[in-house]
């Protein structure tokens, strides 16, 4: 059994004028050896940018982007002529595929705080997409409700393309969720407020957990929660 736990307080991060920002992986100009990622997971950003400012047109290619928002806003344009605004709980989706090229900006008047999590696609020379959608937090108490996916088993959630499925549940101090993995896949979770244990390891508010070989991981709300978890392929 394998819980590896990446401690916020020791993340990789990076600050400027407009921008503070909290690596769980190896990007950009944070380089670990021992942070490259889980399975076809690369990136989970911990982003805050400050109201009226953001992220100015460029591109990507062959990667699928979700952006989880925790608090505020974010407000999108690409190339393919789509626009949109993302509200906190909500997600939204970039299949970068063959290329495409947006803009993340904070209109708001106050910060806004999301997690950008990257992950491999199965295969590259897909066309581009972009979508979002609300997920309700009283549609995710207590129970994992799946918000992104690229697998044929998982209904109800925005497409991807990959063999991963990113959950949410909240939880109140106390209660338990458990998630299946059965010694066959891994996961990456972080717990988007609140500290809970898992499998009777505590886990502190955005830090983040490698999970590996495990059956069944258990986890346990100490206070009032909201969790994210990435479920993975081995390799």
């Known amino acids: 059994m394998t819980l590896e736990v990446f401690p ?33 997971l690369r ?35 690409d190339s393919l002529g789509n626009e949109g605004r993302t509200e906190a709980g909500d997600v939204q989706v970039m299949s970068a595929g063959t290329g495409i090229v947006h803009s993340e900006y904070n209109l708001e008047e106050e910060s806004t705080d999301f997690f950008q999590i990257w992950i491999m696609p199965d295969r590259h020379g897909r066309a581009p997409r972009w979508d979002t959608r609300a997920f309700p937090k ?37 209660q338990k969720v458990s998630f299946d993995l059965n010694g066959a896949r891994q996961a990456y979770f972080v717990p988007a407020t609140g500290t809970l244990t898992a499998n009777g390891v505590l886990v502190d ?9 495990i059956e069944t991981l258990t986890m346990i709300a100490q206070t009032d929660s909201e969790l994210l978890l990435a479920d993975l392929p081995e390799g």
């Open 8 to 40: 916020f307080e020791r993340l990789g991060r990076f600050d400027n004028e407009w921008l503070s920002t909290r690596y769980h992986f190896s990007f950009a100009g944070y380089h670990d050896s021992n942070r490259m990622g889980v399975g076809p």
């Open 43 to 77: 990136v989970w950003n911990d982003d805050r940018v400050a109201p009226g400012t953001g992220f100015d047109p460029h591109p990507h290619q062959d990667m699928e982007i979700i952006t989880y928002v925790r608090h505020g806003a974010i407000s999108h344009r």
């Open 138 to 174: 009283s549609d995710r108490a207590g129970t994992l409700v799946p918000l992104a996916s690229g697998r044929k088993d998982v209904a109800s959630a925005l497409p991807i393309h990959a063999d991963a499925t990113l959950y949410g549940v909240t939880l109140l101090a106390g």
């Open 205 to 213: 508010e955005r830090s983040g957990v490698a999970v590996r070989d």
